[in-house]
Structures are given as structure tokens and as C-alpha cells.
């Protein structure tokens, strides 16, 4: 099956440093690739999502790259802020059979913005 | 947002209990999705459903029991709870099972066993 792995688990940055959390992944077919914040105590939201036909994708100060060849995707946030701080997640979407598709996470990185 | 809806947020119960977590979707999703999150582990997948009456096994379904009568509930029940089972269970929807359908998440039930 799919194994997603995610570095590093944990990440501290100074207000208005750059973030960048990575994640690899082990099957080939993988074509769809969301990235999850949590809050402390709240629910998983989706923040970015890029699909195999695109090597990059922004919103405002979030971005995501993908390279297919390597397996591997990056999530970048720029000029950092402290409502930034949370848990991160990476999923890949796998085939689970008649027709339908399942996502496996990565473990999540743990990000602190420091004032 | 109000679109996926869990109960209750918080439990705690005995091992060897039976405890039935709920979950509702207004979206009309065909997709829904039992997670637990534990530290370290990220989110597993337990079950999921394709539509109702059609329910299929994720990474961890031992001990869990699925049903799906409707398309907007999709309830979890532990038959015989252990302490194993202490997490944070969180439930999903998408829209279709295509492979590009983001999957939007309910609060969570933080579900503690003594």
C-alpha cells in the first residue's frame, strides 16, 4: 500500500521566516495531493491541494510543489505569522478498488511561529 | 462549517462497553470516512463508505463495526471497547470517490476508555 512519510515533525520559525515541510510518497499512481491544518483541539481543514498535472500551485502565502519523478511534495508558507502555528498534514490519494480512492497521511509536522 | 456534524465531542466509557459514535453530512456526499488520530500515528483509516449500504475496511477496522442506511449518517460502534481504543475519531466526507476529491472534516470525538 501507500506509505506517506512527512519531515521534519517538528519546525520552529521566527515571525516572518519561510516554512517548509516535506513529504514523500511510494506509489507511483498517487495523482492527488492535500495538505491539512489543525488547530489545537480542532478539526483537520484543507488549506492547498495539487493534482499530477501541475508542478506548482500558490494562494497568497501558501504554495505546494510536486515533483512526480522523485515522488515527493513541499508545502511553503512565506512571511510566516503566529496564527500559522498548528499541526500539518500531507496526504496522498490511493486506489482502493472499485473505483474509488483513499488518502493516506503523513504523520504531521508540528509548526511554531515564534513572535 | 455546520455541513458534517459528530457526536457526542466528548466520552468516556468502560472497556468492555459498547459506544456508538455518530456522524451526519447535509452535503449529500457519496463518500464518508471513519479516522482515528492518535500522537505519533497521524490519521488512520478505519472504515469508509461509498454509498449507502456499501461500507469497505481501511488501515485499522478491528474492533469497529460500520452501517450505512443513509446517505447522511454513517455510524461507528466499538462492539466490546478496550483501552487501545482511547483516541480521536474523526469523521469525513467527500463527494465522489474520484481521486482528486478533497475529503472535508467533522470536529472530532475525543473518546476516552477507563
Known amino acids: 500500500g501507500e506509505n506517506v512519510e512527512q519531515h521534519p515533525s517538528t519546525l520552529s520559525v521566527q515571525e516572518g521566516d519561510s516554512a517548509v515541510i516535506k513529504c514523500t510518497y511510494s506509489?507511483?499512481?498517487?495523482?492527488?495531493f492535500p495538505w491539512y491544518k489543525q488547530e489545537l483541539g480542532k478539526r483537520p481543514q484543507l488549506i492547498i491541494d495539487?493534482?499530477?498535472?501541475?508542478g506548482e500551485k500558490k494562494d497568497q502565502r501558501i504554495a505546494v510543489t510536486l515533483n512526480k519523478t522523485a515522488k515527493h511534495f513541499s508545502l511553503h508558507i512565506t512571511e510566516t505569522q503566529p496564527e500559522d502555528s498548528a499541526v500539518y498534514f500531507c496526504?496522498?490519494?490511493?486506489?482502493?478498488?472499485?473505483?474509488?480512492?483513499?488518502?493516506?497521511f503523513g504523520k504531521g509536522t508540528k509548526l511554531s511561529v515564534i513572535p | 462549517d455546520a455541513g458534517i456534524t459528530q457526536s457526542p465531542r466528548y466520552k468516556i466509557t468502560e472497556t468492555g462497553r459498547q459506544v456508538t459514535l455518530m456522524c451526519h453530512q447535509t452535503?449529500?456526499?457519496?463518500?464518508m470516512f471513519w479516522y482515528r488520530q492518535d500522537l505519533g500515528h497521524g490519521l488512520r483509516l478505519i472504515y469508509y463508505?461509498?454509498?449507502?449500504?456499501?461500507?469497505d475496511k481501511g488501515e485499522v477496522p478491528d474492533g469497529y463495526v460500520v452501517s450505512r442506511s443513509k446517505t447522511e449518517n454513517f455510524p461507528l460502534t466499538l462492539e466490546s471497547a478496550t483501552r487501545s481504543q482511547t483516541s480521536v475519531y474523526f469523521c469525513?466526507?467527500?463527494?465522489?470517490?474520484?481521486?482528486?476529491?478533497?475529503?472535508?472534516f467533522g470536529d472530532g470525538t475525543r473518546l476516552s476508555i477507563l
Open positions: 452535503w449529500s456526499h457519496s463518500y
Open positions: 496526504a496522498a490519494s490511493i486506489y482502493s478498488g472499485a473505483g474509488s480512492y483513499q488518502l493516506t
Open positions: 495539487i493534482r499530477s498535472n501541475v
Open positions: 463508505s461509498a454509498a449507502a449500504d456499501i461500507t
Open positions: 506509489d507511483s499512481a498517487s495523482n492527488y
Open positions: 469525513a466526507s467527500s463527494e465522489s470517490g474520484f481521486r482528486d476529491q478533497p475529503q472535508h
